[in-house]
């Protein structure tokens, strides 16, 4: 990888993308590029240009690029947010694109929804893998949120975590949530996937909860965690939003994936401020427990969390592996 491979600019869209970014294959890419990596991938802060042509509506840029020459890319990853649009249209979509660092030649165009969606639930996945206990593999894994993301997480979870055999879901609209039980059962036959009326008992009976919401409210209370469960946390990335209570973080061991957690996240700024959580009390980055820099789990009874809010590190070694695998593939 000294080089960017010498191709014709390409577009990988949604349907490539899933093919060429398997969770078995991007899991391992990230512990390994994520310590090897981070300190030389340099990420500015997104910038967000207001769109006057639909209320509310915004565009926002991150640009990433990466110092060492064994992964010689810039990658530029373009949103927008169309809150107007119809329910029958997304209100957000992204592409990144990605250029060689050396050249600055432009190599890929690559559909970001997509991109995002995969990498977000590879992020998750890593982190359970490495936190759960190894004495002790996790059967149960519950789900809040039946949105864009839910079904990724279980794929990229039952992925990581070959143990998993039951499901829980929940979801505060029931119609989704009986629909993304049906759709895992399909994809799923050997695995037990239940709907749940209420997120108590989901929490109650897991091993692992991970919850992908854009509640403002704790829906995880963290006096019902299981000794031992792990807890991911993926739905908040402002200050006003927040999946579990105070309790939660008090029980469990902290962890995050990037330090921009400590700013964005609500769950972990709100106890920051009321003195719940210190600094010091985050026991480490992704980074970290991926080069095996931090301990782990101390103990099989301890309780794990995992705050992510997703940086452009992770969409420039996505990226990166879309590419090299895509041109890989058509080059055969």
Not at 4 to 28: G, K, N, Q, R, T
């Amino acid at each position: 990888m000294a080089a960017p491979p010498s191709h014709s600019f390409v577009y990988i869209d949604a349907e490539a993308l899933h093919a060429v970014l398997p969770f078995p294959s991007l899991i391992s890419h990230l512990r390994a590029g994520l310590p090897a990596f981070s300190e030389d991938i340099h990420c500015p802060h997104r910038v967000s240009f207001p769109v006057p042509t639909s209320p509310s509506a915004a565009l926002l840029l991150m640009p990433s690029w990466c110092a060492h020459p064994s992964l010689p890319y810039l990658a530029l990853k373009a949103v927008t947010s169309f809150p107007a649009n119809s329910p029958h249209r997304p209100s957000i979509h992204a592409t990144v694109s990605l250029f060689s660092s050396a050249s600055g030649v432009p190599l890929a165009s690559v559909e970001g929804s997509a991109l995002t969606l995969l990498r977000t639930a590879a992020v998750s996945a890593l982190a359970a893998s490495l936190l759960v206990s190894p004495s002790r593999p996790p059967s149960t894994l519950a789900l809040a949120g039946a949105g864009a993301l839910a079904p990724y997480l279980a794929e990229a979870h039952l992925s990581a975590l070959p143990s998993l055999s039951r499901i829980l879901v929940w979801n505060r609209t029931k119609a989704k949530s009986a629909a993304l039980v049906a759709k895992l059962r399909d994809a799923h036959p050997g695995v037990a996937v239940e709907e749940v009326d209420g997120m108590d008992e989901a929490v109650s009976a897991a091993d692992i909860v991970s919850c992908a919401t854009g509640s403002q409210e704790p829906i995880v209370r963290g006096e019902l965690l299981r000794p031992g469960a792990h807890l991911d946390l993926v739905g908040s990335f402002t200050p006003a939003m927040r999946e579990c209570d105070d309790e939660a973080l008090r029980r469990g061991r902290v962890f995050i994936d990037f330090e921009a957690a400590l700013e964005e996240a609500g769950e972990l700024v709100g106890a920051l401020q009321r003195g719940v959580l210190r600094r010091e009390d985050v026991a480490g980055t992704l980074s970290e427990l991926a080069a095996g820099t931090v301990a782990w789990r101390r103990s099989d009874d301890e309780i794990t969390v995992f705050k992510s809010v997703g940086t452009a590190v992770v969409d420039l070694l996505a990226a990166q592996l879309a590419y090299e695998n895509y041109t890989a593939t058509k080059n055969a």
